[in-house]
């Protein structure tokens, strides 16, 4: 099974997944750096906080006392951490003159500028870049290299940039590669919670007759 299968598999089975959840490009930036080592709804949780105390925006998240920060982020876990992360990405962004000039910015400029904030790593950038930014980037996480790996699409040690490099050739024949990238990424998301977990649940596969772990090849 190549990769354009494997999205039409997963788009019919689940739809549309209407990713990312944000009100703001600003809001999936802080969601993007939140979601390191926590499920979303924590994630909803903290971002819920920061709402209720008017601080969902890059000056007053600058400005806030780490204390106070890293309470409103404590759903998130790892709060202290990801309260400096979450101010130092701020600072920056600020620094750079916030969304509008960093859209001025090519799809590699801005990722590279992305990859040198501390605590940005490559997936975080990704998903800024993709989801918030509108650009040709695959994101690849957990579920993702689980997934193609289960599937033979990978070997299953590939680097980050390797793993990506395979996808995005692997779609480069799609139109509108940015939302056809934004929703295999929800729908292999989706695919994984639901049945391809660390320990799968495939009798509620729906692609699991494509899938050598099973026993039967595509």
Not at 55 to 75: E, F, G, N
Not at 90 to 113: H, I, S, V
Not at 134 to 152: C, E, K, P, S
Request: overall charge positive.
């Amino acid at each position: 099974m190549r990769l354009r299968q494997l999205y039409d598999r997963l788009y019919k089975a689940y739809g549309p997944q209407h990713w990312w959840p944000a009100d703001s490009p600003f809001e999936v930036m802080v969601g993007a750096v939140l979601t390191q080592n926590t499920a979303w709804s924590n994630v909803e949780k903290a971002i819920t906080n920061l709402k209720a105390h008017h601080h969902l925006d890059a000056a007053a998240i600058a400005k806030a006392t780490h204390t106070q920060l890293a309470h409103w982020l404590k759903p998130s876990g790892y709060f202290n951490i990801k309260a400096k992360r979450l101010q130092n990405f701020c600072r920056w962004y600020l620094a750079q003159g916030g969304y509008d000039k960093l859209n001025l910015l090519d799809t590699l400029a801005l990722r590279k500028a992305l990859l040198g904030v501390n605590g940005i790593g490559p997936e975080t950038a990704d998903d800024i870049v993709l989801y918030a930014f509108h650009r040709q980037v695959f994101v690849i996480d957990a579920y993702t290299r689980r997934l193609l790996t289960r599937l033979g699409l990978s070997e299953g040690d590939e680097s980050y940039e390797e793993l990506r490099a395979i996808c995005e050739k692997g779609l480069a024949r799609m139109d509108d590669k940015v939302a056809v990238f934004n929703e295999f990424h929800a729908l292999i998301v989706m695919h994984a919670k639901m049945a391809c977990r660390k320990k799968p649940l495939c009798a509620l596969c729906t692609i699991a007759h494509h899938c050598p772990r099973i026993g039967v090849g595509a």
